[in-house]
């Protein structure tokens, strides 16, 4: 008897599994895919992802239209490419000076390649015009409704939801492309205005479902899968303490330099990884490591033995879809050797080659029909 109930249990499981879609009724017929794909996916690969990766690279950032630093070490795009919005509708290139309309031209690329696009915001201060990480004031409160700043929050809002918009393809039937979209990161650090120390878990969760419910409702924006983000945490409620709910949130994703770093154990990014991809799996979620990287890249073997094999070899983390390592930066003034990617000629290529052979991992020429 005992055991039939345990077969009805997994039986369960498995039905509400099935059953998982978009937080959004109305999300497009191509996001619902896109959730879904990434759902199968989740069972045997690990997607790799690159931020910018179209739009410039260590020691290059002339216009391409499809150039990456990836692609020139080994011959395949990644599969996940991630965007970053901060200053949309202040000015024509964001924080990094990638231009909004090159932008939108690769991120139809991307599409058109079979890969997958994923916005970030390193929003600026809406309170006092400060950039991302001045944290001097508490701002969120101020953005809510009713707050002294609510109205220029909305505009941002507004810009944002022009540029999703504007992600189409096609020419009679335009198709909007679906977006992993990934706002107010990081918020168990105290880094960006939004952190922990600056608002309260109120705060950051009726910023996020302001944030959801206007984008979807108001502006009529479906094609937009939503990614919460957390840096490290401790443990399990620690990660949930800022979760905004099931309804409205797709994946769940963790951002963790610390833990691949100098003064990290993979051990903890695994253990971490675990408590996530155990999370989103109860949900019905896709879980990711949304972002990482060693900046510079020193140890030789870092691709794999400090982050492939560790989540390759724990049947939970595995089970995360995807892995975005940053940006390559083109060789900025202040900070020379900020690249998080390969770079031909560099010294980690013999063991990222491993990892891009490596049966788990999967880029662009590797993905199925995921629309
Ligand atoms: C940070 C750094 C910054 C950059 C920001 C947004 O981690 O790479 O130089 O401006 O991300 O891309």
Redesign the pocket.
């Known amino acids: 008897m005992r055991r039939h109930y345990i077969t009805l249990f997994i039986l369960c499981l498995f039905a509400l599994a099935a059953n998982a879609q978009p937080i959004d009724p109305s999300a497009t017929r191509a996001t619902v895919r896109l959730f879904e794909s990434l759902r199968e996916v989740q069972e045997d690969h690990i997607l790799y992802g690159h931020?910018?990766a179209l739009s410039y690279g260590y020691h290059w950032n002339e216009y391409h239209k499809r150039r990456s630093d990836v692609n020139d070490v080994c011959g395949d795009f990644p599969a996940v490419f991630g965007w970053?919005v901060?200053k949309i509708g202040q000015q024509d290139r964001?924080?990094?000076k990638v231009s909004f309309d090159h932008m939108r031209d690769w991120i139809k690329q991307v599409y058109k390649m079979g890969g997958i696009s994923t916005i970030?915001w390193?929003m600026d201060n809406p309170l006092t015009g400060g950039n991302?990480w001045d944290t001097g004031e508490r701002v969120v409160a101020s953005i809510l409704p009713g707050g002294s700043h609510h109205e220029l929050y909305r505009q941002r809002l507004d810009a944002f939801a022009d540029f999703a918009h504007s992600l189409r393809v096609g020419f009679i039937f335009k198709k909007k492309i679906p977006i992993i979209f990934r706002p107010f990161h990081e918020h168990t650090g105290s880094w960006f205005w939004w952190g922990q120390p600056h608002c309260t878990p109120e705060e950051y969760i009726a910023l996020w479902r302001y944030t959801v419910d206007y984008l979807r409702e108001e502006r009529g924006v479906h094609h937009l899968l939503y990614g919460y983000s957390p840096d490290v945490f401790r443990d399990a409620g620690h990660y949930l303490e800022c979760y905004p709910g099931d309804d409205y949130v797709d994946l769940l994703g963790l951002d963790d330099y610390h833990d691949v770093g100098d003064h990290g154990s993979s051990d903890e990014l695994v253990r971490r990884l675990r408590i996530v991809a155990q999370l989103a799996a109860d949900r019905g979620k896709i879980a990711a490591l949304t972002e990482t990287g060693s900046e510079a890249i020193p140890d030789e073997s870092w691709w794999t033995e400090r982050l492939l094999y560790p989540i390759k070899n724990d049947p939970i983390a595995s089970r995360i879809t995807y892995i975005l390592t940053?940006?390559n930066?083109n060789h900025?003034h202040d900070?020379p050797d900020?690249h998080y990617g390969p770079v031909p000629g560099h010294s980690c290529v013999p063991d990222f080659m491993r990892f891009y052979e490596d049966e788990m991992t999967w880029f662009v020429s590797d993905l199925p029909g995921i629309y």
């Open positions: 931020q910018d970053d901060g964001n924080l990094d970030s390193h991302a940053w940006r930066a900025e900070r900020h």
